[in-house]
């Protein structure tokens, strides 16, 4: 059974940088296209940014040129680096495969970006 453990949130001021990290148990890390998504309060969940088995990067364009998507396959591990924080990046993120069916969600890591 496949575990999605996400973490790295916090309360940062608009401007500021934040670095999330997903830890994903399993076989099949290295095979999948993963991404990072977000759901704010009332707000439906988005795909943010994906990266795929090859190192190919898509991105929302809310965040393109403020966000980067990378994975170390030997660490099971997918990084979100965020940078120039705005208020509107306020959610929580989770990570998680693009293709369906998707793993069972993780618990998420809360990301309030406010002054």
């Known amino acids: 059974q496949v575990q999605l453990v996400e973490s790295g949130g916090g309360l940062v001021q608009p401007g500021g940088s934040l670095r999330l990290s997903c830890v994903v148990s399993?076989?099949?890390?290295?095979?999948?296209?993963l991404g990072w998504y977000r759901q704010a309060p009332g707000k439906q969940r988005d795909l943010v940014a994906s990266?795929?088995?090859?190192?190919?990067?898509n991105y929302a364009d809310s965040v393109k040129g403020r966000f980067i998507i990378s994975r170390v396959d030997g660490k099971k591990t997918v990084y979100l680096q965020m940078n120039s924080l705005k208020p509107e990046d306020t959610a929580v993120y989770y990570c998680?495969?693009?293709?369906?069916?998707?793993?069972?969600w993780g618990q998420g890591t809360q990301v309030t970006v406010s002054s």
């Open positions: 399993g076989n099949l890390f290295s095979i999948n296209e």
């Open positions: 990266i795929t088995s090859g190192g190919t990067t």
């Open positions: 998680n495969k693009v293709q369906t069916p998707q793993y069972s």
